[in-house]
C-alpha cells in the first residue's frame, strides 16, 4: 500500500473524508473502483453515519423579510430550509456537477434539446400523506413560470413553453434548445409542493427529509425527520434548528463555545485564529462566486485592447488570493468559469501577473495619464484593499490607476454597471450557460463589461442546444478564449465558500454547486457522540 | 426628531441642572400662548391645572409629529434606490418577476395615492402584511416589541437604581477614593463601543467559563425563566453602557443643589443631612436626572441594534433594518411610528416627573 493510499485511509478514519471523496481521489490515484471500495469500509467501519441527535446550525444572510414560499427564496438561512423540506426535480452532483436523479427518476431530451421528458417517480409522499403526482410537479413548474410568476427562479426557467403531463411523465417544451434543462431544474426555488403551491405557497409542505415545525422568520426555525422519507440515505439526525446569526464573530463565538454545530460565512481574515480552536474544524470548498474588476469595452480609453490586455497582466492575482482571501480562494484566469462547472474547458493557461508584458502593452495602446478605477467595500468584502494592492502591482509596470471609493448604498445602481471601470462581485450561475447569458451576451442587461461580439453571441446559442459534450467543451474553450483574451473582465480569484463545524458533526460533502453542501448541509451530516 | 417633543432638550449631563429647569418653564410651559384667540381661557385652565394643560398639549403635539414622521419615513424609502420589487429579488430579478410583483402590491401606482391608502388603513389600526413575508405586521410588531421592551425593562431594572445609587455615594465621598474609583470605572465603560462591551462579555463569560447562555435567542415557547438567562449577558452589556451617563447626571445635579446657597442655610439651620438631601435637595435635582433617564430608556428600546445582532436577540432594531434593506414599508412605517412614540412619550413622563418633583415648575412666570 503506498503512501497516497495510505493517507486516503487516515482521512476516512480521522472522519475528515467521506466516502464519494474516498472513491474520486482513490481513482484518481488510479486504484480500481472495487478495490477502493473495500478500502473505504475498512476504513470506515467506525465511521457509518449515525442516526439520531439534534443539530444546530448557526447561520448568516436570514432576515425578519424572509418569505416561507420557495418561489421568494432568497436568503442563505431559506436556501437551507427549503432543501431540508423539499426536493426538485433534479439535483446535482457533489464533486462532478453533473444532474443526478430525485424526484424525477430519469429523463431525455429530444434530438435538439428543446423537449425534455421526465419521469417521475412513483410512490413518494408530501408530509401530509398524500402522494406526489405527475400534477403536482406541473402545476409547480407552471407557478414559476407562468404570467404572474414572482418567483426567483423565473429567469432560469422563462425558456419553458410548455408544460404538460403525460402518463408517468412530465414533457417541458422549450423555445430553443438547452441542454443544460435538467441542471437548471436543479434550482433551490422549484420545490415540488402540494399543487405546485398554488393553494398555499407557505405551507412548506414537500418531499423532503425533515418537516418545518416552527419558523420565525429572521430568528429561528426547527425541523423533525420525517419517519416516511423515501430515501434512506438522507436525514440522519432527529432534529434540527437553525439559528439566525448575522455577525460573524457571534457565529464563531457561537461555535466556538459548543452552542452551535455548524456555522457558515466564516471571515477569511479570523479564519486562521478559528482554526487553533481544537474543537473546530474549517470546512472550505471551492465555488463559483468571483471578485472581479470590470472595463467597459465600448469606452474610452478601455475601447482599446491593448489597453485591456495591459490593464489584466498588471493584476497579481497570487497575491490578491493570499491577501484578500487569507487563501481560501483559488486564481482565476479572466473568463468567468472555473473548475467547479461542468465542461469546464481544462488546459488554458493560466494568466500571471508580469510587468514587463503590461508595460508592452501599455506603450502599445498609446494611453496617457491616470485610469480612475471605482470601488466600494460592498463590491466584495475587502474591495477596497484590492484595490489599493491592484495600484501597486500596476505601477510597477508604469501603469498609473486613480482610485476613487464610492458610497456603498446605492453602488450597484450608481456605479456597477455604469461607470467604464469598477471592481464587482458575481454570485456564478448553475451552468456555463447561465453566466455566460447572463453577463457576456450582447443583448444581456448586466452585460458589466459591454462584451458585444457577434461570433460569440452565436457560438453561445450552438452550445446552448448541443448534445455531443465533446463538441460541447469546444465551442466552451472557444467562448473563455474569447473573453478571456478580448473581453473588459479582469478576474483575479474566485473565492471559496468558507464554512466551520465542530467536530462532532461528521459526513459534510463538499459540494461544488453551492455553499453550505449545496445547501443540503443539514439532511447530510450525522453527529458523532 | 428628538428635541422637539422635549423642550428641556437633551441635557448635557456636564452642565448644571438650572440651565434646564429654566428652559423646561420657559419653552415647554409658554408655547401654548402663541395661539392668541385662546389665550384668555387657555391660560386660566393652565393655572388652575398646569400638568393637565401639559398633558393635553403633548398629545397634540405628538399626533403631528407622528403624522410628519410617517411622511418623512414614506418620502425617505421612496428616494432610496430601488423599490421593494428590485431589492427583494436582487440578482434574480428578471424584468417580468419585477413587473408582477410592482403590480401585485400596487406599487406601479402614484406616490400620493399609495401614502393615502396606507395611512388609511393605519388610522384604522390596521398597518397592514409585510410586503416580504406577507405576514401581519401587528403580529410580527407585537412579539419584537414585546422582546424589545422585555429586554429594556430588565436593563433598566438594574441600571437606574444602580446609577442614582453610585451618582449618590459618589456625592457622599465626593473627591475621595470611592468617587474616584466609580468614576474611573464608569467612564471606562462609556467609553468602550457596546459591541466590544458584549463581545468581551461572550468571550469570557461564553467561551472560556461557558457559564452564560449564548447565542441570546428568545423565541415561542420558551419559559420564562429561560428567557431570564438568555438576556444575561445582553442586560449587563446594556447597563454598563447607560450605567456612566446617569450616575454622571445624579451626581453633578445632586452636587450643583448641594453647593447652593439654601442648602448651607437649612445645614446652619441644623437639619439633619437625609432631610436636606430628601426634601430640599432633591426636587430641584430630579429634573435634570430624569430627563437622561428617560433618553436612555428610549435608548434602550428603540437603539439597541447593535447589542441585538452581537447577542443574536430578536428585537425591533434587526427587524426595522432588516426591512428598509429591502424597502419594506407597512414594516418601516410601522417601526418608525412606535420609536417616535417612545420618545415622545418618554419625554413627556419625565417633564411630568419633574413638575410633579418641584411645585415651582407648576406655576409658570
Given amino acids: ?529 | 426628531m428628538a428635541a422637539a417633543p422635549n423642550p428641556a432638550g437633551p441635557v448635557d449631563p456636564l452642565a448644571a441642572g438650572e440651565t434646564s429647569l429654566v428652559s423646561l418653564s420657559d419653552a415647554g410651559l409658554a408655547a401654548p400662548h402663541s395661539s392668541a384667540s385662546a389665550r384668555g381661557p387657555w391660560r386660566r385652565f393652565l393655572q388652575r391645572s398646569p400638568l393637565a394643560a401639559l398633558v393635553i398639549q403633548r398629545l397634540a403635539l405628538s399626533i403631528a409629529l407622528l403624522f410628519a414622521v410617517s411622511i418623512m419615513i414614506f418620502g425617505g424609502i421612496e428616494a432610496l434606490p430601488g423599490d421593494f420589487a428590485t431589492t427583494y429579488l436582487g440578482q434574480s430579478a428578471t424584468p417580468q418577476a419585477v413587473a408582477n410583483i410592482r403590480a401585485d402590491l400596487g406599487l406601479d401606482r402614484p406616490v400620493t395615492t399609495r401614502y393615502v391608502e396606507w395611512l388609511g388603513g393605519a388610522l384604522q389600526g390596521d398597518f397592514g402584511t409585510s410586503w416580504a413575508s406577507r405576514n401581519s405586521v401587528s403580529e410580527q410588531i407585537g412579539k419584537r416589541l414585546g422582546n424589545s421592551l422585555f429586554l429594556a425593562f430588565f436593563a433598566a431594572l438594574i441600571s437606574i437604581p444602580l446609577a442614582v445609587g453610585l451618582g449618590m455615594l459618589a456625592v457622599q465621598y465626593r473627591n475621595r477614593l470611592p468617587d474616584k474609583i466609580i468614576n474611573v470605572v464608569s467612564l471606562a465603560a462609556i467609553s468602550l463601543p457596546e459591541f466590544f462591551v458584549g463581545y468581551l462579555l461572550i468571550m469570557v463569560f461564553a467561551v472560556q467559563y461557558g457559564v452564560a447562555t449564548f447565542p441570546a435567542t428568545v423565541f415561542d415557547g420558551m419559559g420564562f425563566f429561560d428567557r431570564l438567562s438568555a438576556i444575561a449577558l445582553p442586560v449587563a452589556t446594556l447597563v454598563l453602557v447607560v450605567l456612566a451617563h446617569m450616575m454622571r447626571m445624579t451626581r453633578a445635579a445632586i452636587l450643583n443643589v448641594m453647593s447652593s446657597a439654601y442648602v448651607e442655610t437649612a445645614e446652619l439651620k441644623g437639619l439633619s443631612a437625609f432631610r436636606i438631601i430628601a426634601r430640599h435637595a432633591a426636587p430641584n435635582a430630579v429634573a435634570p436626572v430624569v430627563n437622561v433617564i428617560a433618553l436612555n430608556l428610549a435608548y434602550l428600546v428603540v437603539g439597541v441594534v447593535v447589542v441585538e445582532v452581537v447577542f443574536v436577540y430578536p428585537g425591533m432594531g434587526q427587524y426595522m433594518v432588516d426591512a428598509v434593506t429591502v424597502r419594506d414599508m407597512p414594516v418601516v412605517q410601522a417601526c418608525g411610528l412606535i420609536f417616535a412614540a417612545f420618545y415622545i412619550f418618554l419625554n413627556m413622563a419625565a417633564d411630568l416627573i419633574a413638575i410633579v418633583a418641584n411645585p415651582r415648575l407648576r406655576h409658570p412666570r
Fill in chain 1, 1 to 529: 500500500m503506498n503512501d497516497w493510499t495510505r493517507h486516503l485511509k487516515q482521512q476516512v478514519t480521522l472522519g475528515a473524508m467521506n466516502r464519494r471523496e474516498f472513491m474520486g481521489r482513490a481513482a484518481a490515484a488510479g486504484i480500481a473502483a472495487a478495490s477502493a471500495g473495500t478500502l473505504f469500509s475498512t476504513a470506515a467501519e467506525a465511521q457509518e453515519p449515525k442516526r439520531g441527535g439534534h443539530l444546530k446550525l448557526g447561520l448568516e444572510g436570514g432576515s425578519a423579510t424572509d418569505s416561507k414560499d420557495p418561489a421568494k427564496f432568497l436568503s442563505q438561512v431559506m436556501f437551507c430550509i427549503g432543501r431540508c423540506w423539499g426536493d426538485m426535480l433534479v439535483e446535482s452532483h457533489p464533486t462532478t456537477g453533473a444532474a443526478v436523479p430525485s424526484l424525477a427518476e430519469s429523463w431525455e431530451p429530444s434530438a435538439d434539446a428543446s423537449t425534455w421528458t421526465f419521469k417521475i417517480r412513483k410512490g413518494v409522499k408530501f408530509h401530509d400523506g398524500k402522494e406526489m403526482t405527475v400534477q403536482d410537479v406541473v402545476k409547480t413548474l407552471q407557478r414559476h413560470t407562468d404570467a404572474k410568476s414572482e418567483s426567483g427562479a423565473l429567469g432560469v426557467v422563462k425558456s419553458i413553453k410548455e408544460i404538460k403531463a403525460d402518463g408517468d411523465n412530465v414533457v417541458l417544451t422549450l423555445t430553443e434548445g438547452n441542454a443544460d434543462l435538467p441542471l437548471l431544474l436543479t434550482d433551490y426555488h422549484l420545490v415540488i409542493q402540494p399543487n405546485g403551491g398554488y393553494d398555499d405557497p407557505f405551507a412548506s409542505i414537500g418531499t423532503g427529509p425533515y418537516k418545518l415545525l416552527t419558523f420565525e422568520p429572521g430568528v429561528r426555525a426547527t425541523l423533525e425527520r420525517n419517519k416516511d422519507d423515501w430515501r434512506s440515505d438522507r436525514g440522519y439526525v432527529d432534529s434540527i434548528e437553525i439559528i439566525n446569526m448575522n455577525d460573524a464573530t457571534a457565529r464563531v463565538a457561537a461555535l466556538s463555545s459548543g452552542q452551535v454545530h455548524f456555522i457558515n460565512r466564516v471571515d477569511p481574515k479570523t479564519v486562521n485564529l478559528l482554526k487553533r480552536a481544537p474543537t473546530v474544524e474549517i470546512l472550505s470548498t471551492s465555488g463559483r462566486g468571483h471578485y472581479v474588476f470590470i472595463m467597459h469595452c465600448d469606452k474610452a480609453p478601455f475601447d482599446n485592447n491593448d489597453l485591456r490586455m495591459a490593464l489584466k497582466y498588471a493584476m497579481d492575482r497570487e497575491t490578491m488570493v493570499q491577501k484578500i482571501l487569507g487563501g481560501y480562494g483559488k486564481v482565476g484566469n479572466d473568463f468567468p468559469i472555473n473548475s467547479t462547472y461542468a465542461l469546464f474547458p481544462e488546459g488554458i493557461e493560466q494568466r500571471v501577473y508580469d510587468p514587463d508584458k503590461a508595460a508592452f502593452h501599455y506603450k502599445k495602446s498609446g494611453h496617457s495619464g491616470s485610469v480612475l478605477l471605482r470601488t466600494s467595500d460592498v463590491a466584495f468584502p475587502g474591495a477596497v484593499d484590492a484595490a489599493v494592492l491592484y495600484q501597486e502591482s500596476c505601477k510597477k509596470a508604469g501603469i498609473a490607476i486613480d482610485i476613487k471609493r464610492e458610497p456603498g448604498d446605492g453602488y450597484w445602481s450608481n456605479v456597477w454597471n455604469v461607470q467604464p471601470f469598477s471592481t464587482s462581485y458575481w454570485g456564478g450561475r448553475p451552468t456555463q450557460d447561465q453566466m455566460y447569458s447572463t453577463a457576456y451576451l450582447s443583448t444581456a442587461d448586466w452585460n458589466d463589461t459591454r462584451f458585444r461580439r457577434p461570433d460569440f453571441d452565436k457560438l453561445l446559442l450552438q452550445a446552448r442546444a448541443e448534445l455531443d459534450e465533446a463538441k460541447r467543451k469546444d465551442m466552451y474553450r472557444t467562448m473563455a478564449m474569447m473573453v478571456r483574451d478580448e473581453g473588459g473582465l479582469i478576474l483575479p480569484m474566485f473565492n471559496d465558500f468558507v464554512n466551520a463545524s465542530s467536530k462532532k458533526v461528521k459526513g459534510y460533502v463538499h459540494d461544488i454547486g453551492n455553499d453550505m453542501s449545496n445547501g443540503y448541509v443539514a439532511t447530510r451530516v450525522w453527529l458523532d457522540a
